[in-house]
């Protein structure tokens, strides 16, 4: 869902900036004074914390949320990641889950109107020994099952798919691969802002709060999750979970 007033990227719009100094491009999210109310607060301005208020907006229909982020929207984990995605995964519920999530990447850059740098390169996994094989092989006749695209490579395969890869003169030699041509890379830290400008277009507020670093101090007073009320409540703060103090709903 893009919002009319949302300012829109197009390789017209790129070239008029870059002809013009780069001037007039406007801040993609705001930064607004708390309010003391909202239908849901959401701890963590990562991928997830930005993504939960972009689809609360888009398809619940929920639009005052606040996001709260201690440091820089997409500073966490989604801005240090390897940046693979792929959906080869073993279980029956994962797999659905991260096909999901794929479908999801296939159009992300347009329904966000913004560059995930999302490139279905493909993601080959390297089988170094007889176990490798055998687990591999397993996940990907388990992922064939559920109509997901996984296939095995022979070692000589793989190099054709991949020719700089060395299959023989290393300690452990390549026995083969397992290839989802459909997985690839993505910039997840570009994935966050997508989801805070169009979440923010849509009536959420992507905001930093001030937890734990002593530097943002003078924000901390204001943003005090125990003095915000929210119907919903959502801890999207990842690894950094055992820093968030319990608030108050
Ligand atoms: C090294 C590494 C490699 C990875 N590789 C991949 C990969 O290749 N593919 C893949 O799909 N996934 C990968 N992951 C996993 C993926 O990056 C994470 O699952 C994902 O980024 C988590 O997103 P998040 O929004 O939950 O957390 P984060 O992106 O960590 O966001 C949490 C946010 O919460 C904020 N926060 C914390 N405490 C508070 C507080 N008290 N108040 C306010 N804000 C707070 C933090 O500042 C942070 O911005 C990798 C992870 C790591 C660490």
């Given amino acids: 869902m893009i919002c009319a007033s949302m300012q829109s990227f197009s390789g017209l719009s790129l070239l008029l900036r870059g002809l013009t100094g780069q001037r007039g491009w406007t801040p993609q999210w705001r930064s607004p004074e708390p309010k003391a109310e909202y239908d849901a607060l959401i701890v963590g301005g990562g991928g997830h914390g930005l993504g939960a208020a972009y689809y609360l907006a888009s398809e619940h229909r929920l639009t005052n949320i606040a996001v709260l982020e201690k440091g820089w929207i997409g500073g966490g984990n989604t801005g240090r990641n390897t940046t693979i995605i792929r959906s080869n995964y073993l279980w029956d519920e994962s797999a659905a ?120 101090a003078t924000d901390a007073a204001r943003w005090r999750p125990s003095r915000l009320r929210a119907a919903r409540y959502a801890h999207r703060a990842s690894a950094w979970r055992r820093r968030v103090t319990p608030a108050s709903s």
């Avoid at 889950?97 to 794929?102: D, F, G, N, S, V």
């Avoid at 290839?179 to 690839?184: A, D, T």
């Fill in 97 to 216: 889950l991260y096909e999901h999530a794929l479908k999801l990447w296939e159009d992300l850059s347009r329904a966000l109107n913004y560059n995930t740098m999302f490139s279905q390169r493909g993601v080959m996994m390297l089988a170094h020994t007889v176990h490798d094989a055998q687990v591999f092989k397993r996940h990907v006749h388990a992922n064939r099952v559920n109509g997901i695209d996984n296939e095995w490579l022979t070692a000589e395969q793989a190099k054709a798919f991949c020719p700089p890869l060395n299959i023989e003169n290393i300690r452990y030699p390549v026995l083969g691969a397992a290839l989802q041509r459909r997985g690839g890379t993505a910039r997840h830290d570009a994935v966050a802002w997508g989801y805070a400008r169009a979440a923010d277009a849509s009536g959420s507020t992507s905001s930093r709060t001030a937890r734990s670093p002593a530097s943002a």
